[in-house]
């Protein structure tokens, strides 16, 4: 089984609207978890952080849920500058496919 | 600020051939990890190493070998290229919180690899 499981779209969404990520783990124990943002060709970027309590950037909500051990991000108001694909990153070095997301004008 | 500098940006090797992807970071982060990223595959874990002197297998070892002789650099050696090492390479570095936590990764700008 993956360290880490990601649901890699592709998302297709109209600017404006909402859209929702999700990322399982396996390993109970993990402690790190991050979102990542990589744009065509280029490396990953930290988007954010996943605490425990939940934590919000502006447009951006990242959670994460030990007990169903998965993290979430979701992304309102959707902008045509949110076009990339976004990875979830499980205790540093183990990362999911990626989910594709393209915002539509 | 230079970051992880990742060298080369683009090789071209043929089969049978070596060849060493460099890697270096000016943070003095303790963890450095290699990935090889694949279209449909996210980014797979090669080698890392908590710190010089010490490196571990990853998801897809298989055909490379790594070093930490120094908390800077951290080379990754193809040792016999094959097509299938076809892919892009990043190379990171990270250091670690409290708790055991590991904190945001740096990446490098990656490398195309083409074997033929």
């Known amino acids: 089984r993956k360290e880490v499981e990601q649901d890699p779209g592709p998302f297709n969404v109209p600017e404006g609207a909402t859209v929702a990520f999700n990322c399982t783990y396996s390993?109970?124990?993990?402690?790190?978890f991050f979102w990542y943002r990589q744009d065509c060709r280029k490396e990953p970027k930290l988007l954010m952080s996943?605490?425990?309590s939940g934590n919000e950037d502006g447009r951006f909500t990242a959670q994460l849920n030990r007990a169903s051990q998965y993290i979430s991000l979701l992304i309102r108001d959707s902008k045509l500058s949110d076009s990339a694909t976004y990875l979830c990153v499980v205790n540093q070095f183990y990362f999911g496919t990626g989910t594709s997301l393209t915002v539509i004008p | 600020n230079a970051g992880v500098t990742q060298t080369p940006k683009f090789q071209v090797l043929k089969t049978g051939q070596s060849m060493t992807l460099q890697c270096a970071q000016d943070?003095?982060?303790?963890?450095m990890s290699w990935y090889r990223q694949d279209p449909g595959m996210g980014l797979r874990l090669i080698h890392y190493?908590?710190?010089?002197?010490?490196?571990d297998q990853g998801e897809v070892p298989n055909g490379y070998n790594v070093s930490r002789s120094t908390t800077e650099d951290f080379p990754l050696r193809l040792l016999s290229a094959a097509p299938s090492q076809t892919s892009v390479y990043f190379c990171?570095?990270?250091?670690?919180?409290?708790?055991?936590?590991?904190?945001?990764?740096?990446f490098g700008q990656g490398t195309r690899l083409t074997v033929v």
């Open positions: 996943v605490y425990s």
């Open positions: 943070m003095n982060h303790e963890y």
């Open positions: 390993n109970s124990a993990s402690q790190s």
């Open positions: 990171a570095s990270s250091s670690i919180q409290g708790l055991g936590a590991n904190t945001e990764a740096f």
């Open positions: 190493s908590v710190g010089a002197g010490i490196t």
